[in-house]
């Protein structure tokens, strides 16, 4: 069985900027959620994509924005990228739409530095 | 507003003592709480959940108690082992919007 994987590991952008990271779900899994985590906080919940529609959403601005595939993995594309949207960017598998099942398996998160 | 709180930012165990890790939550139709374990560059892993019809679960040497009333979470671990060390977290299911909501976490120390 296949974790989570994201790419890339690390990620250095400048203040205005675009950056797309990449989520690869666990085997089995159609849907995939996306926290943001500053440091010393915990996750927060940037939106799930469930049969590549949005399914839920927390409280990002519109430049935030995600897409899912076929193969259910995932983007998260950041625009006008702003110094406090510098954090680690977890993605988090799970089936059937976060209905029934609640566990969430998480990658290893992409770390973005934004100067 | 913090809907889940973890009010202790650490706690230090001694290697074979019990580690008790709290968590407050405000909403009381949250239906599904969860621990996580996240190791310095890792994601979090799943450690235990409970449904909120239940009070107590068990696994192995991990344990999470829920009280309702109180609206307090709380994780058990007997007997605690250095590889215990790690930041802990503790979620809650959020029907309304699909989403896992995390308090701030705290990190466990098991000394040798």
């Known amino acids: 069985e296949t974790g989570v994987t994201q790419s890339p590991t690390h990620l250095i952008k400048t203040r205005g900027q675009q950056v797309t990271l990449r989520c690869s779900s666990q085997?089995?899994?159609?849907?995939v959620s996306w926290y943001q985590q500053a440091l010393g906080q915990g996750p927060q919940f940037i939106f799930q994509?469930?049969?590549?529609?949005?399914?839920g959403r927390g409280n990002f601005p519109p430049r935030f924005s995600g897409l899912q595939f076929p193969n259910y993995s995932s983007e998260l594309n950041v625009n006008a990228l702003e110094l406090d949207d510098s954090a680690l960017y977890l993605c988090?598998?799970?089936?059937?739409?976060?209905?029934?099942?609640?566990?969430?398996?998480f990658g290893p998160g992409t770390r973005l530095t934004v100067t | 507003d913090q809907q889940v709180k973890q009010n202790s930012p650490s706690l230090s165990v001694q290697e074979g003592r019990i580690s008790i890790l709290n968590c407050d939550y405000t909403?009381?139709?949250?239906?599904?709480f969860l621990w996580y374990k996240k190791y310095p560059a890792e994601g979090p892993t799943f450690l235990i959940s409970?449904?909120?019809?239940?009070d107590k679960n068990e696994d192995g040497r991990f344990t999470v108690f829920l009280n309702k009333s109180a609206k307090h979470l709380s994780l058990h671990i007997v007997p605690s082992q250095p590889g215990d060390s790690a930041v802990y977290f503790c979620?809650?299911?959020?029907?309304?919007?699909?989403?896992?909501?995390f308090g701030g976490g705290t990190r466990l120390m098991v000394k040798p």
């Open positions: 979620a809650v299911h959020n029907n309304a919007g699909n989403m896992l909501t």
């Open positions: 994509y469930y049969r590549e529609e949005e399914n």
């Open positions: 085997s089995g899994h159609n849907t």
């Open positions: 909403n009381s139709m949250f239906d599904y």
């Open positions: 988090a598998s799970t089936s059937g739409g976060g209905r029934g099942t609640y566990e969430q398996y």
């Open positions: 409970i449904s909120s019809i239940k």
